[in-house]
């Protein structure tokens, strides 16, 4: 779920734009590159965006009696890095803006960020430590994937209590509304990321060629990933 | 095993419908967006929006169109993809 429009006050909605705006410059360079060297990921790469457009449409019910919807970037973060998983996130979240009425155009910036960049950032250090250390591959996207989702919403938690820290301080506001974001979130994360996880095991199995050629997964890795599955 | 993951999915994905029915079932749930509860507790300190969004699905129902619309698109572009690389691989 998005901060609404007009739900951040002068200067932090500018700040989120300018915070956000380095991120998406340098995700369209790398698109520009990968559009130009790596013809054969563009599939892959309108998989990931595709995975966001569906996953951020399904607004679910949590345990604590509210919905939220999860994110879908942990793929795209996972397969082509954070920045340009933040131009997919950009794509959706004005969608959402413009025919919704869901996030808002002054506060696209802040969505952008917790989205589009933090989740993804966290996704992608998590699957590149869990594949150094040689962790089991689904296990380390389902990590990846289900804590990008929750952080998006620790984020979002954290810029509305910095913009409304009341009469409790940024702590007491961020306890209140992680409780109504983040908490909710967490059942949905988990989701997320199995079925993410679930993803990936099918493009091991159709496209491993990819996976190599961006450097994702060694050859020896997906064969016995391969025979696992045989 | 062959298809331990997909069991796996499936799992966690009916015991999530499940927590939700016993909870409804309970009935003192509202299911309504974590969104709006965050904009009520903002509200309540007597913070108004200082804009609007200008234009706003005027019904539920326009609502979910638009929100089923764009999960169709993803959806026909993953299916459209993964049903390439498969043919691909078939015919290869």
Known sequence: ?230 | MKHGMEIAVAAIIIIFAGVFLFQDAAGDKSWEGADGEAAELIEASGYEPWIEPFWEPPSGEIESLLFALQAAIGAVIIGYVFGYWQAGKKTA
């Open chain 1, 1 to 230: 779920m998005h901060i609404m429009e007009g739900f951040l006050p002068s200067p932090w909605w500018e700040i989120w734009f300018l915070v956000s705006l380095p991120f998406i410059v340098f995700g369209v360079y790398q698109l520009n590159r990968l559009v130009k060297e790596r013809r054969e990921a563009l599939p892959l790469l309108a998989v990931a965006g595709a995975f966001v457009f569906v996953l951020s449409s399904l607004k679910l019910p949590s345990f604590t009696g509210s919905c939220s919807h999860p994110t879908g970037t942990g793929l795209g973060a996972v397969l082509f890095g954070p920045c340009i998983t933040g131009v997919l996130g950009v794509i959706v979240l004005i969608f959402q803006a413009v025919f919704l009425a869901h996030g808002g155009i002054t506060t696209l910036g802040a969505n952008v960020f917790s989205m589009g960049i933090a989740g993804p950032v966290v996704a992608w250090l998590v699957y590149k430590a869990g594949t150094r250390a040689g962790a089991n591959t689904y296990a380390t996207v389902f990590a990846a994937a289900a804590l990008a989702d929750l952080f998006t919403y620790v984020v979002t938690s954290i810029q509305l209590a910095l913009a409304f820290p009341g009469t409790t301080g940024f702590l007491g506001a961020f306890t209140a509304f992680a409780a109504i974001f983040a908490i909710t979130q967490v059942p949905l994360a988990i989701i997320e990321g199995a079925v993410i996880a679930l993803v990936f095991k099918y493009i091991v199995h159709l496209k491993p060629e990819i996976l190599i050629r961006l450097n994702l997964l060694p050859e020896s890795t997906i064969q016995r990933l391969k025979e696992a599955a045989a």
